[in-house]
């Protein structure tokens, strides 16, 4: 028996798949610490985490893998979602940034998927444009809590988005602006800066991690390149945003043709996804046999 086995109905191979993809993770506080663990559970195979900070008192109400203990020795979030992996999948291959991302770019540009937990509108801004750039698919979570208009209590809402290429990004979305890039350090209500709670940062984590799977796996096919989920914890609502659904243009931000990377060399692209300290997917070792026989023509 495969541990794997009560998730066979994903379609044939999705084990393979599932254990050749990399998976970037950026920021790893409440959303992206639920998002760790089941992509672990999973059995995906190749992790790249990047987060600068160490674990603290505060963050220890959502967290996932966190401890008392973590908090008294100061752990990395980085260190603390390795161990959790490689405690659910030992064979995982989980490459650890404790930096901000855009200092480790070499290695998020090998990910096939990217997911974002970041609480910032220009790290998210930032990251939509790096995936773009490089034709990979992001997912980006966001939460927030305000003060309802009426009564004592408070709106907790989020969403999770798909985004690449052939769908709208995060500034055709409106969850970018510059207006909201202005008023960003006011935008987080009034319970409290960077309100979280690890309920709905699950829920959130949950919805990306199935898109995931979509993407990887012949499970449920999508109908659309992108997603826009909205999530209401109050009601327990999840709706595909309205926004989305009467999207019908082209992206104006990044059009097809600002794609690729200025400084791409294909003859050291081809040596290093084939000398990689993890083994290369599937895909990769077979782009990088056609273009070493165009270069070989070129010659």
Known sequence: ?????????????????????????????????????????LGIGNFVLADGDRISLTNLNR????????????????????????AINPRAHVEIHRKQWQLAGDAFKRCDII??????LRGKDELDAFCRRFLIP???????VHKLQTGDGHLV??????????????????????????EEAGRYGAAGGRPQVVWSN??????????????????????????YLSFDANTGLIT?????????????HYPLTAV????????????????????????????????RKLVAVGR
């Open 1 to 41: 028996m495969n541990w794997l086995d009560r998730q066979s109905f994903l379609g044939p191979h999705s084990e393979g798949r599932l254990a050749e993809v990399t998976i970037g993770l950026v920021g790893l506080g409440g959303g992206n610490s639920h998002v760790a663990q089941q992509l672990a559970h």
């Open 260 to 291: 690729g990377d200025p400084g791409f060399d294909i003859r050291k692209f081809t040596d290093r996804i084939t000398t990689s300290d993890h083994r290369p997917s599937r895909w990769r070792r077979l782009l990088s046999t056609v273009l």
């Open 202 to 227: 699950g829920v959130l984590a949950s919805l990306a991690v199935g898109l995931v799977v979509q993407l990887v796996t012949p499970w449920n096919r999508r109908d659309k390149a992108g997603a």
């Open 115 to 120: 997911v974002g937990g970041l609480d910032n």
């Open 63 to 86: 967290l996932i893998g966190g401890t008392w203990w973590n908090v008294l020795k100061r752990t990395a979030k980085v260190e603390i979602m390795r161990r959790m992996i490689k």
């Open 138 to 144: 992001y997912l980006d979570q966001g939460m927030d």
């Open 157 to 182: 809402a989020g969403q999770v988005v798909l985004s690449q290429p052939g769908s709208p990004c995060l500034r055709c979305l409106g969850i970018v602006s510059e207006a909201a890039l202005a």
């Open 240 to 252: 595909e945003a309205e926004r989305f659904r009467r999207w019908s243009a082209s992206c104006p």
